[in-house]
């Protein structure tokens, strides 16, 4: 972290203007990919409906770097350091950008066509822990809630949002179809190979540390 972040840290106790660039950044490029989408179809159900599934996928990307930069470091080594360092930053940025997702479900249910109430539930959910670990990743708040306690909150976080977006990307029926190989196969392979990774990553830190306890007992 550059002496200028550090600065803006000790001052206010949050890392304001690196997180609200990528917050800012993230959030107009969901905003313009919805933007487009909509000026493609029409803001009526079709354009909304496409610009729901384009603003989920990049803000997928977002949040798939957030949760596997930390396992891809652990597993294949310090090339993937800047990512992991950057984690933060892309758990922030995730969270922005699919406020314009929630943005669109607020009018796809105002104009006439709100999700059924299972969706909203389920997916509501995801987005309530999307913004709980946005909140308690502010350096005062998890100094609060202790190593422990953060760990677990993101471990149930993490995994709860990652299961959302693997049931949407994984439940498309029409294997083979050009519209699943392009719209829908990345983004399934992506939601597979990330829990892998994290569940690879844990049981090798695990064996680590237990190798490593058994050497100062032993
Ligand atoms: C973190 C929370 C959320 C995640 C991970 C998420 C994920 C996704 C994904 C992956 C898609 C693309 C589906 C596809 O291409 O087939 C999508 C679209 C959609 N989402 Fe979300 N979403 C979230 C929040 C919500 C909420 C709260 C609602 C409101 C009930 C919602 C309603 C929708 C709707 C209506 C679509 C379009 C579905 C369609 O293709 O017909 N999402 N979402």
Redesign the pocket.
Known sequence: MGQQERHSLNLIGFALPVAAAWMGSAFCAALGLAALALATLGPGEHG??LA??V???F??LL?WLAYAAGAMTTLFGPAFEPLKRRGREFGLAFASA?LV??G??AW??YIG????RG?????????L??YLLALFSIPRLQKALGSKGWWFLRAVGLNY?AY??A???L??PQFGSFKYLV??LP?AALSVVGPLLCLAAFVQRAAWLRKTSSRQTG
């Open positions: 909304t409906i729901l599934k603003t989920a996928r803000s997928f949040f699919h997702h929630l669109l479900v796809l249910t066509h709100a999700p059924a969706v909203f539930l389920f997916f509501g959910v995801a987005a822990w999307t949002i959302a977006f049931t949407d990307f439940g498309y719209g829908y983004f």
